[in-house]
């Protein structure tokens, strides 16, 4: 997929959009999102799959090539962005966090991301952190926390958006390096930490490695997320049941097995779907043969996500997009799922009530 976005009709500004002055929202929003509607940039949206090393850029990769004294070019950018298949999207983004090296650097992406937030209407976003990788790394996670604080504070005051944060761990680093980011997150929680979570090569990792861990952080009241049936089958997403994992980061694979999309809909657990991602990585063999619909119609409840956005050439609103032009969602549809993105995240009870009370005042005028 290429990298630039091919501009489509410019887009129409409602007046509903809140928070913005017009010439701001045009601004930002034709630059990033040429190709999606008004109603659905009109659409109040939270993020709930979302990394941040994935969401950097390429301007600003070569921003922190440049301060790091690398060499390189928009095009070099591009071409690692365009690395297909799921090996090919995790050395990309191997490569990636390699130049985030200061915590000024994590300050600067968390700042960029939140800006791009607001120019989506994305009010709140719950966002993963690599945590696993900065500790691979040997880097002073203390002083990165600082950073990505500096940053969330600062995208909050200037944008008015929310903000949580996930810790990750990486699947292929084991049990133990999965244990140490989880005790990063029970150190930060009361610092905006409200979950964690696995991901990467959940072959290399299978979920009951993770068992403790888990347990581990369940106890000292961090909320629990994995990505699970992206490119495992349906068992890895049993396997994350039984972890007590909250929500479900891509269950691509759950569709081969009935018995587990009736479990996910019986028990309302929420499906993070990531589109894009999914086809990009090879995961999903086209756009059209992804189960979105079919778990909506079996009652599944989804949430619609851009994982990566960087990386994949896209964006929320891009996501919801495709998601109506392709699958045949209505607008009422595409409500319910942008209302889903809320009911589904961990914003505690008081917080959560008031961005819906917030969404259905102004979803019904969209
Ligand atoms: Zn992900």
Redesign the pocket.
Known sequence: MGFVTPAVKPVRIVSSLFFYSKSTIIGMAVAVHRSSSAFVLSLPKAEL?L?LE?AISPATVLELKKRHGEAGSIEDVARLYRSDGFNGFLMAFKEVTGLLRTPADYELITYRLMEQLKAENILHAEV?VSVGVCLWRKQNFDAIFEGLEQGRERGERDFGISLLWIFDAVRQFGADAAMEVFQQAVKWRDRHVVAIGI?GDEQKGPPELFRDAYGYAASNGLRLTA?AG?NAGPESVWGALNLQAERM??ALTAVQDPELVEELATRQIPV?I?LT?NVRTGCCASLPQHPVKDYFDRGVMITLNS??PAMFNTSLTREYQITQDTFGFTNEHMRELARNSFEASFLPAEKKLEFLNLFDAIAARA
């Open positions: 799959h990394h994935g993963y991901g990505h992206e980061g891509h993070e990531c991602s994982d990566d």
